[in-house]
């Protein structure tokens, strides 16, 4: 059987088609920004102490002042507590001025906001003293909604198809991401942000396959990471809006409406037709491809079209054949450890780097300009130099950063930034390079659910990342110390890796090896005659010890320029 990389060089590698599909992928992911880290301008620190109006019942003619001087102890530093009171005794007004309280307890009575701030999750729910943990609970249960998503969409996405479970995490990130405005208690919010979790996991992994899917060898990680930039953009949009809207119901409103507008996903998304090769659902695949074709005003030859009918050698996927097959194992274990270390050091970076000097909106702006760019760059570095060094190069990079941090004194707050920046620069290239490289690695069959997998140790790791942070009450570098190492023991596992630069993506999972497109199978070269015999011999001359056999094969072929016929390989 022809090789669906044909199909995918007949009409367009990355043409008008592949373009929109990009675009249509990447809307979503402007909004998950607003899910992720959200809550950060949500649970903004304020003023507060106990509610003693318990006084007000025997004294009702107490200033503000004199009621808060009775009934709240201070701190060393001469300020009221903010998290106990003097406990509440049955004496009159007299007595309590002339002898004062001593006994102490926690607050019973709820808190007060002196400062009346904006509505927000701290000041609604109270979370603060005792109840100050449940934010990074939540945090965490949202974490688990993403683990949750990779589990449950990944193998799901190669069972039913890519383009249902994408409009189904659609769904459920817009009813559930408004529902959590109108919440009524702290435990249903979470709950809610469990969802959502869930399905932003569900929209980044099905977004990867359809994105690699339908595009050709050299366009891959240019479509990946293309929507990774939306990624960055959404942060600094996030940054913005959240400046202007301070009360969160209506921030999460404006953070999770606008997928709405995006159900027209319905008429215009297209399923993978990769994928329907692999289910036996060739007629299918032929009316996208020729739909693709004609938008990016190719044609599929007829006889090209004949050739595509299903293997019968392959089989459905399963979790098991990714540790059955000596080859997936590896892969799956490697790719697993990389992702954990990927996002181990990215949140571990993010949650420590705040020695900006700038107040939390400019700072989430300049984190978000940070990624930017590092997510372009990867575009680069990935024809450059190939899959298998950038991902090595990038974790140790960032590791090692973590680990330069730990020697830098504590009264040099501007060193520690540069250096914490740069490493969320790597960390950033580093995890964008493994959503093209997880692709790239794992077969057709099994694309979704292998990166499913890696997608699950990299929720582990976000889970995780908080819990280490409180070792840094024995020791301020034990945190980015174990920070640090994750990603250097994944840099140095990623060398037993398999290159994929240049290689067709695999359907079926007997196949070990990917193989290496030397020359585009099928290519025009009456076209722009020039520029695509410069592509083609930098493609055929990729590796030395072939260059002389591949030169031959580039100067036969153009030979061809003037019949117009097409040449294979």
Known sequence: MTEFGDFISALGEFGLYQKWLVLFLSLPLLLSPFQMIGQVFMVVDVPHHCNTSWIRAIGPNLTEEEQLNLTLPRDAGGAYEQCSMYSPVDRDLGSIMAYGLNATEKCSSGWVYPSAPPPSLLTEFDLVCDRKDLNDISQSVYMVGLLLGAMIFGPLSDRVGRRPVFLMSMLLQSLFGVGIAFVPHFYVYMAFRCVVGASVSGILITSLALATEWVGVSSRPKAVLISHCFVAIGQMLLAGLSYGIRNWRLLEIAGSAPMFALFFYIWVLPESARWLVTKGRIEEAKKLLQKA???????????????????????????????????????????????????????????????FGLDIYLTQFAFGAVELPARYCCIFLLQWFGRKKTQAVLLLLSGLMCLVITGIPEDQPIATTVLAVIGKFTATASFSTSYVYSAELFPTVVRQTGTGLCSMSARVAG???????????????????????????????????????????????????????????????????????????????????????HLFLFLSCLQQQKSGNYWKV
């Open 293 to 355: 074709a004609s938008i990016n005003k190719r044609t599929v030859p007829p006889g090209l079209l004949e050739q595509l009918k299903p293997e019968t050698q392959t089989k459905s996927g399963s979790i098991l054949d990714l540790f059955r097959k000596k080859h997936l194992r590896k892969v799956t274990l490697i790719m697993s450890c990389t992702w954990f270390a990927d996002s181990f050091v990215y949140y571990g970076l993010s949650l420590n780097v705040t020695s």
């Open 463 to 549: 889970i995780m990342a908080p819990l280490i942070r409180l070792l840094g009450q024995y020791h301020r570098a034990i945190p980015m110390a174990i920070f640090g190492s994750a990603p250097v023991v994944g840099g140095l596992l990623c060398i037993l890796l398999p290159e994929t630069r240049g290689t067709d993506l695999v359907d079926d999972t007997g196949v070990a090896t990917p193989e290496l497109r030397w020359v585009p199978r099928t290519l025009n070269l009456t076209q722009k005659n020039s520029k695509r015999a410069n592509i083609m011999q930098r493609e055929i001359c990729q590796k030395p010890e072939r260059k002389k056999y």
